[in-house]
């Protein structure tokens, strides 16, 4: 079975201060990881994304992840945190082995973020 | 912006009622699915479709059911709701290797 951690229910940062979100997983095969942000009262919106290659991915609004094979990880980073940035970010990752059933994407428990001034 | 569409935003009804909340894709996605989110809280997948006439059970038990008849449209149906039924119903569909992209949301309060 696949699942992921989000092992802090909020973090607190002060705007132009470095953020870290933080993420592990747990698949049988190879995994395909997502990071989504999700505003209130809004749906999900797609942030990053890791299939293959550079362990570090680029994403929107200045948000990049690093995948760390041996640590199983992938934690979302962003050099200077924004007051915009507050929200709740979800990881979620899907085996890329498993097909049919198993194919689901399953996603953490969500990390608050308050970027204060 | 995703081409997932979800209706309503808000419904607020009263026990006993039958509803469907309706999600609809112009992206041609194969893949559907429904989670339920309380506020600020995780998503659970109650639903997921691979295709027509596909439906499965997610992983958190629930009274609603699904329907895919149509590839772009997944409504899903509580046939008597219920107080504990009021949450937040997000829909989702992806294709191939995607990301999954996502409505905008139903927010259901049953009274």
């Known amino acids: 079975a696949q699942s992921v951690a989000q092992p802090e229910d909020q973090v607190n940062v002060a705007e132009g201060n470095p953020l870290t979100v933080k993420c592990t997983y747990s698949v049988s095969g190879n995994p395909y990881l997502f990071w989504y942000v999700q505003y209130p009262n809004r749906g999900l919106q797609f942030l990053l994304k890791y299939i293959t290659g550079d362990n570090l991915v680029k994403g929107s609004y200045g948000f990049e992840a690093e995948f760390n094979k041996s640590q199983t990880s992938f934690h979302l980073k962003k050099p200077s945190a924004l007051v915009s940035d507050s929200a709740l970010y979800f990881c979620?990752?899907?085996?890329?082995?498993?097909?049919?059933?198993?194919?689901?994407?399953?996603f953490g428990t969500g990390t608050q973020l308050k970027v204060e001034l | 912006e995703a081409d997932i569409y979800q209706t309503p935003r808000y419904l607020v009804i009263g026990t006993g009622k039958k509803i469907t909340l309706e999600c609809s894709q112009t992206m041609g996605h194969d893949k559907m699915y429904w989670y339920q989110q309380d506020p600020g809280m995780e998503l659970h997948l109650i639903h997921y479709s691979y295709g027509v006439n596909s439906t499965e059970k997610g992983d958190l038990s629930s009274e609603s059911t699904v329907s895919r008849i149509r590839t772009e449209h997944f409504p899903l149906t509580l046939e008597s709701a219920r107080p504990s039924h009021t949450s937040q119903y997000l829909c989702?569909?992806?294709?191939?290797?995607?990301?999954?992209?996502f409505g905008q949301g139903t927010r259901l309060t049953v009274v």
């Open positions: 979620a990752v899907r085996d890329l082995i498993l097909t049919g059933g198993g194919n689901k994407l399953t």
């Open positions: 989702a569909s992806r294709s191939g290797r995607t990301e999954a992209f």
